[in-house]
């Protein structure tokens, strides 16, 4: 399958050899190519923001609790870890289909923000709800709903943005959810501190229709903001979009579209056959499992012994304090164009926080643990990027591989809803439980690092004896699940980041 016919099979792109791109000037296409990235960046913003709201609509159930949901609706503490978890379940479900759905269609901005304006109104009807059956009810259709957006805006951004360039793009992206658990708190404490009773109603009520009105005004923004493909997108000129397909092209030596015999579940086949999506599966379940305290947070914060809005306010510098780690931590990731160190780094950071919350009573200590268990997050987004470029061709497979990988980490998710049920001597078992999963996920780390080096060796070998090393190119294109002609074509000019 040869670069050309790549091109002419998505609808709209033009081979890389003819057309504006193939006599511009160098100096030209970097003045063209700086104005698109610039276009790009302003227009992918708003992925921030919608983040920001996904993760309130998602995690604002924790500030409704220390607000009195919990008392509302009559439910304990086991029946309250379902309201949780069952979010997960919609979410797991409708990720690799909702991505395969992405990958397909034209307009990708249409679907995310008619997703976003969906679980707007349901959030919404959260402040509705009087009891567990109806929460649990919500919970379960919002993750269905929000599905649609993080695997989607992950695929979105790999189509624009080169495998150098994806991780500090990918960590702005996730600023978006740092931001949301700050923001959030700061929401919570002024509408629990000053709605109580407005209108008759409950203060974390009035918290989820305030929250979800916003969510849906944000989304109807969104359809007119969002960038659809590279090829097709509305606001850049011909020659920027040309150059945008070009860029995908030179990255990894083919075109970043799918051909035209490639049917709706191609994508998912191939990236079945693929064993590292399965290492990474096992491996992200277990860092999401070990960053679960995120949801209970301000749960966390209050073991300091304040009352509930000092504990909201002073919930939110440590996620301030981990966006700005993050953001450092993703830049030097692409400079340095490594993964493995970048993700372990920050993971090891969170491990002393967690140490520091298991073995002290003193409050300033504690306190400076929860600034080291919020940076871990740094690496969450590395790990990312990392998903993006082991993956990078086909965009169905790559598609999937990003579904994949992120629903089944959902199951983490689930798990760590039950982990913070274990209250006594300040959650020091449930801190030991997710110590032991920051192990296992650098231990994956690890593994797949070697996979990754291992299979660079095999490139370069077949390079070096390009006329005789067939079985090399054979074994590559077996593990990658794609033809050998594509795994020729992998060889030529493709190297993991390591």
């Not at 309201?83 to 289909?97: A, D, E, H, N």
């Not at 005004?217 to 960038?227: H, N, Q, T, W």
């Not at 097709?232 to 799918?258: K, L, Q």
Request: glycine letters at 8%.
């Amino acid at each position: 399958m040869s670069i050309e016919t790549d091109a002419h099979a998505t609808e709209g792109v033009k081979p890389s050899a003819s057309g504006l791109a193939s006599n511009m000037d160098p100096e030209h296409r970097k003045r063209v190519e700086k104005s698109l990235k610039r276009k790009l960046d302003a227009r992918c913003s708003i992925f921030v923001l919608i983040y920001i709201m996904n993760y309130l609509d998602r995690n604002n159930i924790a500030a409704a609790r220390l607000g009195g949901l919990q008392e509302d609706l009559k439910i304990n503490n086991t029946q309250y870890a379902t309201c949780l978890s069952i979010l997960y379940v919609g979410y797991i479900l409708m990720q690799v289909p909702s991505n395969m759905i992405i990958n397909r269609i034209q307009r990708p901005s249409i679907y995310i923000s008619v997703a976003m304006l969906i679980w707007g109104m349901i959030s919404t009807l959260s402040g509705s709800v009087h009891n567990y059956a109806g929460m649990v009810a919500i919970r379960f259709c919002i993750g269905f709903v929000e599905a649609a957006f993080l695997p989607g805006a992950l695929l979105i951004l790999s189509k624009w943005y080169t495998r150098r360039e994806l991780t500090k793009r990918n960590a702005i992206l996730f600023c978006g959810n740092l931001i949301s658990n700050a923001f959030s708190s700061l929401v919570g404490a002024a509408v629990l501190s000053n709605m109580d009773g407005t209108l008759g109603h409950r203060a974390w009520r009035w918290l989820y229709w305030i929250e979800g009105t916003a969510t849906m005004v944000i989304a109807i923004s969104a359809g007119f903001i969002l960038p659809d493909l590279p090829h097709n997108t509305r606001g850049f000129t011909e020659e920027e979009r040309e150059i945008a397909v070009i860029r995908m092209t030179e990255d990894v030596g083919e075109a970043d579209s799918d051909s035209a015999e490639q049917s709706v579940f191609s994508g998912l086949i191939m990236a079945v056959k693929d064993s590292k999506i399965y290492l990474m599966m096992f491996t992200f379940t277990a860092y999401v499992v070990g960053l679960s305290f995120n949801a209970f947070f301000p749960t966390l914060t209050r073991t300091l012994g304040f009352g509930y809005i000092t504990t909201l306010l002073m919930s939110a510098p440590p996620w301030a304090f981990s966006c700005i780690v993050s953001l450092i931590n993703a830049w030097h990731a692409d400079r340095t164009e490594e993964r493995f160190w970048h993700i372990v780094g920050p993971i090891l950071f969170g491990v002393v926080g967690f140490v520091i919350s298991m073995s002290t009573l003193n409050v300033a200590a504690r306190y400076v643990g929860l600034f080291l268990q919020a940076s871990s997050y740094a690496g969450f987004i590395v790990f990312y990027s990392w998903i993006s470029s082991s993956f990078p061709r086909p965009p169905a497979k790559r598609a999937v591989a990003i579904a994949m990988i992120n629903a089944f980490s959902q199951l983490g998710n689930i798990a760590g809803s039950y982990v913070w049920n274990l209250p006594a001597n300040g959650y020091r078992s449930s801190y030991g439980i997710v110590t032991a999963m920051f192990g296992i996920t650098i231990a994956g780390c690890f593994a797949f690092k070697l996979v990754l080096t291992n299979l660079n060796k095999k490139i370069e070998e077949g390079e070096a004896a390009w006329d005789v090393n067939v079985d090399v190119v054979e074994q590559t294109a077996r593990t990658e699940g794609v033809s050998v002609e594509e795994g020729i074509k992998l060889q030529r000019g493709f190297r993991y980041l390591v």
